[in-house]
């Protein structure tokens, strides 16, 4: 494919160009919004000091026009211009370099002679120890099963009256796949990848997600719901080729947003498992030896290449030694999967009833252990622990047994209805019985066994609705805060009331202690 370039300087004589109507190109139009769909699917990708890449796909049935991509300055500058013709069926990604650190640019995306697309995004100070940044956490988005756009309504008015508003950090299940394997378990791959291709454009071509998707820089990270729910290297196995449809797709629409896929195999139907496999764990550098953003994954690597007792390979554990390694004053580690939510006993439980292996797991034990070493580690002035699937808001403090060490974990999932605890009966009581009972039983267990290993997890707050976390950098201090939607329903309100103060563990335990104390008396 040939692009045709023009450096600035010819672009800056084309026809005198007019500074960008931002407000204008960022609203939808009135058949977009009947639709439920953009004319044009735009994301901006991994953002830095002075680069940035944005994945954009045509929406609309003109596959004879050209695409025109341009990059402006504060929406005023012509910087670079591309064009090409319109080639393959899923998104385009062009990468940026040389960008101007602590600047904002604006893309604008023509189909023909008409501009159906834009994104705006801000380049990192190189230094932010005076500066205010914002990013924003969130997982599980079942738009296309409950309809239930809401909450990410509520984001989208947040980050447009925020200009601290950096990124957004997307934790795994972008997209629910799960009702494409009644029709498409063994349907062949072209057909499985064309339904996937449906639901990313359905999904992230809606106008309240593009509103959010085409400003500031957004990281994806994927989980099982993203290929298949409970999805693991037996359950590739199982549903070979559907899987392999979904883990394509991923990389068109999610993966291009961190790099090029360019040296992927042709034959993702025929080619084997481990060739398939590029790694989705990184780091991200804002400001100078400041903040570190550490992307940890818990899910591709044991769908492709691990046997089914490990939960990340030794090249990974070593990468993210060496990101903690790094002289920064803060870290922030994201994974899909809570890394220390669950005991061994619901880990157990997990896998009986539910059929899927968490963190928590008698097998990944030897890997956690590690992983909170490298983690608790007195070289590292200040961690936190952000993670997503949990379908609620939860926070809690990671100690070791003796309690020289406690780092914040928090886990934000659930941005539509469809996809809270509350919405799940079973999951909401599984959850209130890990973070009430389990995790004190467990904690008290170390106690009385003296263990010198594990973590104790300690509850301090839980939402079984829909939230997302807002995670700010203010002058050298980091700090957090859930966005929560009130419950719509009544009994949900009450129930939510009953498991956070009538069924709490430590009112319970002291209503036994005093019932207990009377009958003594």
């Not at 991200?284 to 046997?307: I, Y």
């Amino acid at each position: 494919m040939m692009w045709l370039t023009m450096v600035a300087a010819l672009c800056l004589a084309v026809a005198g160009q007019t500074p960008l109507d931002l407000k204008a190109l960022g609203r939808p139009t009135e058949e977009e919004l009947r639709r439920n769909q953009m004319d044009m699917l735009v994301i901006v990708g991994s953002v830095t000091s002075s680069s940035a890449r944005v994945v954009y796909e045509p929406l609309v049935a003109d596959k004879m026009s050209d695409l025109t991509v341009t990059l402006w300055l504060d929406g005023e500058h012509v910087v670079e211009e591309k064009s090409h013709h319109q080639y393959r069926a899923y998104p385009y990604a062009l990468a940026y370099s040389d960008l101007t650190p602590n600047s904002t640019y604006v893309v604008t995306i023509a189909l023909g002679e008409t501009i159906r697309g834009s994104a705006q995004f801000r380049t990192t100070p190189l230094d932010i120890a005076v500066e205010r940044l914002t990013l924003v956490s969130l997982s599980c988005d079942r738009f296309l099963q409950d309809v239930d756009d809401s909450h990410w309504k509520t984001l989208a008015q947040d980050i447009q009256d925020d200009p601290s508003y950096f990124g957004t950090i997307h934790m795994g299940d972008q997209i629910y796949a799960d009702d494409l394997v009644t029709n498409f378990q063994r349907a062949p791959f072209e057909s499985a990848l064309r339904a996937f291709r449906g639901l990313y454009r359905r999904g992230f071509g809606r106008p309240a997600v593009q509103q959010i998707l085409r400003r500031g820089a957004h990281y994806m990270m994927i989980d099982d719901h993203d290929i298949i729910n409970n999805w693991s290297r037996d359950v590739f196995a199982t549903y070979n080729t559907f899987a392999r449809a979904g883990l394509q797709a991923f990389y068109e629409y999610q993966y291009q947003l961190l790099g090029d896929i360019t040296d992927l195999p042709k034959a993702f139907d025929s080619t084997s498992r481990g060739e398939l496999y590029r790694p989705v764990y990184h780091a991200v550098s804002l400001g100078k030896n400041q903040l570190e953003l550490v992307f940890a994954d818990t899910r591709f690597e044991r769908g492709l290449t691990l046997k089914s007792n490990e939960l990340m390979s030794k090249t990974q554990l070593s990468f993210v030694e060496a990101a903690l390694a790094k002289n920064a004053s803060h870290f922030v580690v994201f994974s899909p999967l809570p890394l220390f939510f669950h005991t061994e006993t619901s880990g157990a439980l997990a896998e009986t009833f539910d059929k899927e292996f968490y963190p928590g797991h008698f097998l990944f034990r030897q890997r956690v252990d590690q992983l909170w070493t490298l983690l608790s580690s007195k070289s590292i002035p200040s961690v936190h622990l952000i993670a997503g699937d949990l379908h609620m808001a939860h926070q809690a403090s990671v100690c070791d047994p003796g309690h020289s060490k406690c780092i914040p974990q928090l886990v934000s999932s659930g941005m539509t209805i469809g996809s809270t605890s509350m919405n799940e009966r079973k999951i909401l009581f599984f959850h209130y019985l890990v973070s009430q009972w389990l995790q004190k039983g467990a904690c008290l267990w170390a106690v009385v066994t003296r263990a010198s290993t594990g973590v104790c997890v300690y509850t301090e707050y839980t939402y079984y609705g829909q939230n997302y976390l807002k995670i700010t950098w203010d002058h050298g201090k980091l700090s957090t805060a859930f966005v929560t939607k009130p419950f719509d329903e009544k009994v949900d309100q009450v129930l939510e009331w009953i498991l956070q103060w009538v069924l709490d563990f430590r009112f319970c335990a002291a209503l036994g202690a005093i019932l207990a104390l009377r009958a003594w008396m």
